[in-house]
């Protein structure tokens, strides 16, 4: 969203989680309100094979739409001519920040600056989960700090005045004092979902199961990575406040996306998951239970 409001002077945003996107994007279909504006950009958001079709069908919204993604589970949908689902490039895992930064360079819609570089690539290293919680480049965990301590719409405004203004990506005094603080605290609740693990062994493979709140996920699976103190291969994070199941790698040779299906979920190799509703629950306890 950042980036697209570098790019466009004329821009509307909607935020919208993966559970809610296809009936979204059907009432503004239905409601002719794609018809004012000259594109429409999707990313990170799984579009199922119903509004994909429904685009396809429509040659004028086909024209003006695009979507991005780096979904290892739905590879088969860059059949459709206005879909990039792109996993790994040059820089190695891509995300949806990544592949959008490269589409508007290509089209000379943004400059690329050492800030922009900096921030879309502290961006991609945290969205893919390479970053770890020791000595080292620690940008992209202060941007997740930072956005968790201040919330989406607070994050937008400060990133993209840093960005519009500056050549050089760094945080100034007061956001260094949110991301210390919030570092601190994210430490201590770390620790304390950490201390109520359960275990499972699960395809073959040692699970640790923790309830958690849904914005320690990362957090919790990157401590896990680096001292592993459980000896497991994976840990399954189900986020009561979201109703959603985070399942992350803990051994780098574990492929969790097929966990993840099994649950009506999706993902990637290293991290994957899903939303608990009606429609999977039964398949969630089977997995969990």
């Known amino acids: 969203m950042i980036l697209l409001k570098l790019a466009y002077k004329n821009l509307t945003y909607v935020l919208c989680q993966s559970n809610e996107i296809n009936n979204f994007f059907k009432q503004y279909y239905q409601n002719g309100m794609f018809n004012a504006y000259d594109r429409i950009l999707v990313t990170d958001l799984q579009l199922n094979k119903e509004t994909l079709d429904m685009i396809n069908r429509d040659s004028m919204l086909k024209r003006k ?3 991005f993604d780096h979904n290892e589970s739905v590879t088969h ?9 792109i996993i790994k490039d040059k820089n190695g895992d891509c995300c949806s920040t990544s592949l959008l ?5 290509s089209l ?11 921030f879309c690539e502290a961006t991609r290293i945290s969205d893919t989960g390479a970053w770890q919680l020791q000595k080292g480049n620690q940008i992209p965990r202060d941007l997740a700090l930072l956005f968790d301590a201040i919330g989406t719409e607070r ?9 519009k203004e500056e050549n050089y ?8 004092k949110i991301i210390k603080l919030k570092k601190e605290t994210t430490d201590e609740k770390v620790s304390s979902f950490i201390k109520n693990i359960h275990f ?8 640790g199961i923790i309830f958690i709140s849904y914005e320690y996920r990362n957090e919790i699976a990157q401590y896990l990575r680096v001292t592993n103190m459980y000896k ?15 399942i992350r790698n803990i051994n780098p040779r574990v492929n969790v996306r097929p966990i993840a299906e099994k649950m009506g979920g999706k993902g990637h190799f290293g991290a994957a998951g899903c939303n608990i509703d009606i429609n999977n629950f039964t398949k969630v306890l089977k997995v969990l239970l």
């Open 108 to 118: 000379n819609l943004i400059n690329r600056t050492n800030a922009l570089d900096v």
């Open 155 to 163: 994050y937008i405004k400060t990133i993209y005045d840093k960005l």
């Open 101 to 105: 930064y490269d589409h508007l360079l």
């Open 232 to 246: 497991i291969d994976l840990v399954i994070l189900v986020a009561v406040d979201k109703n959603s199941i985070s």
């Open 65 to 67: 739409f695009i979507l």
């Open 77 to 85: 949908f860059n059949s459709y001519d206005f879909v990039n689902i």
């Open 169 to 176: 990506f760094m945080f100034n005094y007061d956001e260094e």
């Open 200 to 207: 499972k062994y699960i395809d073959g493979y040692k699970a």
